[in-house]
T-cell receptor, first 111, second 113 residues
Framework: QKEVEQNSGPLSVPEGAIASLNCTYS??????FFWYRQYSGKSPELIMF????GDKEDGRFTAQLNKASQYVSLLIRDSQPSDSATYLC???????????FGSGTRLSIRP | DAGVIQSPRHEVTEMGQEVTLRCKPI?????LFWYRQTMMRGLELLIYFNNNVPIDDSGMPEDRFSAKMPNASFSTLKIQPSEPRDSAVYFC???????????FGPGTRLTVL
């Protein structure tokens, strides 16, 4: 089992709809969770982080964390073509001082 | 702030040659990470440093790969000898603390012929 798992996609969502990206992790002791966005040919950039169970909202983005289910998600409301990118879930390892990245979900917003 | 700086941005070399990738982290950051990204394997952590000391090099694929951080503002990743399967984008990232937000450099696209 991979430490951080994501559906590779592509996930195709119509413009204006809600895009839902999911991530599961295996380390029950993880405390910090991150979502990075990576445009084609560019480097990853952080868009959200979450530490506590529940929801965290930032503009059109909402991160959701459920530690009991070992599940973290990212919702993008009012999806725009500019949201088309690969989204990487990253989870802090409790046994080693590092962050583990998932393989990413490719999101495509169709006009 | 200039962000994380990597050089070169592109490198094309022939199999068997030595390749050296360079990274300057963000000033004040004490953790530095080297990643490799390919379509097949995604983003892989190769090695990371805390306060210039290598902490975890379990991701380094084999002895052909080596990394150094002689001071807080410079790191190198060396591949000797290079092989076609080393072709990938190599990212350097830095952070304040190894489990906090990482800032990525623009990457070096390496092609080994």
């Amino acid at each position: 089992q991979k430490e951080v798992e994501q559906n590779s996609g592509p996930l195709s969502v119509p413009e204006g709809a809600i895009a839902s990206l999911n991530c599961t992790y295996s380390d029950r002791g993880s405390q910090s969770f991150f979502w990075y966005r990576q445009y084609s040919g560019k480097s990853p950039e952080l868009i959200m982080f979450i530490y506590s169970n529940g929801d965290k909202e930032d503009g059109r983005f909402t991160a959701q964390l459920n530690k009991a289910s070992q599940y973290v998600s990212l919702l993008i409301r009012d999806s725009q073509p500019s949201d088309s990118a690969t989204y990487l879930c990253a989870v802090q390892s409790s046994s080693a001082s590092k962050i583990i990245f998932g393989s990413g979900t490719r999101l495509s917003i169709r006009p | 702030d200039a962000g994380v700086i990597q050089s070169p941005r592109h490198e094309v070399t022939e199999m068997g040659q030595e390749v050296t990738l360079r990274c300057k982290p963000i000033s004040g950051h004490n953790s530095l990470f080297w990643y490799r990204q390919t379509m097949m394997r995604g983003l892989e952590l190769l090695i990371y440093f805390n306060n210039n000391v290598p902490i975890d090099d379990s991701g380094m694929p084999e002895d052909r790969f080596s990394a150094k951080m002689p001071n807080a503002s410079f790191s190198t990743l060396k591949i000797q000898p290079s092989e076609p399967r080393d072709s990938a984008v190599y990212f350097c990232a830095s952070s304040l603390g190894s489990t906090n937000e990482q800032f990525f450099g623009p990457g070096t696209r390496l092609t080994v012929l």
